[in-house]
């Protein structure tokens, strides 16, 4: 007999339909402790015209369960872009939250834990990218949207994982400044004749790989598909089958439905497409983001009870911001 029907209280009965989505990937036991969050949640982005937009980075109790939207950094960008909500929660990192703001400033933007970083945001600041700017004048500033508020404003046009050398090329400029990814610089300069001035910054997350530890995952995995994310270093890149930004990589698998699959990103993302694809056996490793782990139910709910934290960008700031997502998703 299922745990689910030993207690049937309120809060069970009207997230059954939830726990089939995660049944695959949630140990029943596990579920229930989740249960009377989501339960809270979800009666509360009603009352509260609030919409939650989840990384695919998050885990699945709240991927599946509590998001409205789901996506990569450019998707939540275009549905921040879209909402009508008039609060939005972003489960996800500040950088995203941020973003959303700028695409909103006149909604209540909330972020559940403020301490969700990036080591990409945090490997540059505003000084530095006028400082380029200096040392290469006239020569256009591409910014991943992996950065705060603050780099935006100084760049050009913004970039994500999904669209960069689209962007790249959009420019029509001979060489262009690429921030602050020094490993997806070095994956766009290989698709593009753009000449590419990078920056040394990296994901904690990604730059962990290495080439030895995916051959041998190969060797011990035969068949295996590797698909990676371009923020992983350049040699993990050469021994991948697929590379993509999340949404991408995610398409790959639903599509090809490889026997077996080494996704090289982010653990929780191998467990949503694990909950969504029976058939398709996910072999590990993967490493946590800890800033996308601050993330959790119970700071969701606390922060839909009390509004806070809500992000807020000086003006000024902003309106420069703005103009480098509003460019971006303008070129797609
Ligand atoms: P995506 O835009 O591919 O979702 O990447 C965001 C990110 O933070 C990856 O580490
Ligand atoms: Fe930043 Fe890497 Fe975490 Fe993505 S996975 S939020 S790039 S630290």
């Given at each position: 007999?299922?745990?689910?029907?030993?207690?049937?209280?309120?809060?069970?009965?009207?997230?059954?339909?939830?726990?089939?989505?995660?049944?695959?990937?949630?140990?029943?036991?596990?579920?229930?402790?989740?249960?009377?969050?989501?339960?809270?949640?979800?009666?509360?982005?009603?009352?509260?015209?609030?919409?939650?937009?989840?990384?695919?980075?998050?885990?699945?109790?709240?991927f599946?369960?509590?998001?409205?939207?789901?996506?990569?950094?450019?998707?939540?960008?275009?549905?921040?872009?879209?909402?009508?909500?008039?609060i939005?929660?972003?489960?996800?990192?500040?950088?995203?939250?941020?973003?959303?703001?700028?695409?909103?400033?006149?909604?209540?933007?909330?972020?559940?834990?403020?301490?969700?970083?990036?080591?990409?945001?945090?490997?540059?600041?505003?000084?530095?990218?006028?400082?380029?700017?200096?040392?290469?004048?006239?020569?256009?500033?591409?910014?991943?949207?992996?950065?705060?508020?603050?780099?935006k404003?100084?760049?050009?046009?913004?970039?994500?994982?999904?669209?960069?050398?689209?962007?790249?090329?959009?420019?029509?400029?001979?060489?262009?400044?690429?921030?602050?990814?020094?490993?997806?610089?070095?994956?766009?300069?290989?698709?593009?004749?753009?000449e590419?001035?990078?920056?040394?910054?990296?994901?904690?997350?990604?730059?962990?790989?290495s080439?030895?530890?995916?051959?041998?995952?190969?060797?011990?995995?035969?068949?295996?598909?590797?698909?990676?994310?371009?923020?992983?270093?350049?040699?993990?890149?050469?021994?991948?089958?697929f590379?993509?930004?999340?949404?991408?990589?995610?398409g790959?698998?639903?599509?090809?439905r490889?026997?077996?699959?080494?996704?090289?990103?982010?653990?929780?993302?191998?467990?949503?497409?694990?909950a969504?694809?029976?058939?398709?056996?996910?072999?590990?490793?993967?490493?946590?983001?800890?800033?996308?782990?601050?993330?959790?139910?119970?700071?969701?709910?606390?922060?839909?009870?009390?509004?806070?934290?809500?992000?807020?960008?000086?003006?000024?700031?902003?309106?420069?911001?703005?103009?480098s997502?509003?460019?971006?998703?303008?070129?797609?």
């Open positions: 007999m299922s745990i689910l029907t030993l207690d049937a209280g309120d809060d069970v009965r009207v997230t059954e339909h939830l726990y089939e989505r995660v049944k695959r990937v949630i140990p029943a036991a596990e579920w229930l402790g989740h249960v009377p969050a989501i339960a809270r949640i979800n009666e509360l982005k009603n009352e509260r015209n609030a919409v939650v937009l989840a990384h695919n980075y998050q885990t699945p109790e709240i599946h369960c509590v998001a409205d939207f789901v996506g990569d950094s450019l998707a939540l960008a275009r549905m921040a872009a879209q909402s009508d909500a008039s939005i929660v972003m489960a996800g990192v500040h950088f995203m939250a941020e973003t959303a703001k700028l695409l909103n400033p006149d909604k209540t933007v909330l972020i559940p834990d403020v301490k969700a970083g990036c080591s990409l945001a945090s490997s540059i600041t505003g000084a530095d990218v006028r400082q380029l700017r200096e040392a290469y004048p006239g020569v256009p500033v591409v910014t991943y949207v992996n950065t705060s508020a603050e780099v404003a100084e760049a050009d046009i913004c970039c994500t994982s999904g669209n960069a050398v689209k962007i790249v090329e959009s420019l029509n400029s001979r060489r262009v400044i690429f921030l602050p990814d020094e490993y997806l610089a070095s994956y766009v300069s290989k698709q593009t004749d753009v590419i001035i990078a920056w040394d910054g990296r994901c904690e997350v990604h730059e962990r790989f080439p030895d530890e995916i051959r041998q995952y190969r060797d011990d995995n035969s068949g295996v598909v590797v698909v990676a994310h371009p923020e992983c270093p350049p040699d993990v890149l050469a021994e991948a089958d590379t993509g930004s999340t949404a991408q990589m995610i790959f698998v639903k599509e090809s490889p026997e077996k699959v080494l996704m090289l990103t982010e653990c929780s993302m191998s467990d949503n497409v694990a969504e694809v029976g058939d398709v056996e996910f072999v590990r490793p993967c490493n946590l983001c800890p800033h996308m782990k601050r993330i959790t139910l119970g700071k969701i709910l606390q922060s839909l009870r009390t509004l806070e934290p809500a992000v807020e960008i000086p003006d000024d700031l902003a309106a420069r911001a703005r103009i997502v509003e460019r971006m998703l303008a070129v797609g």
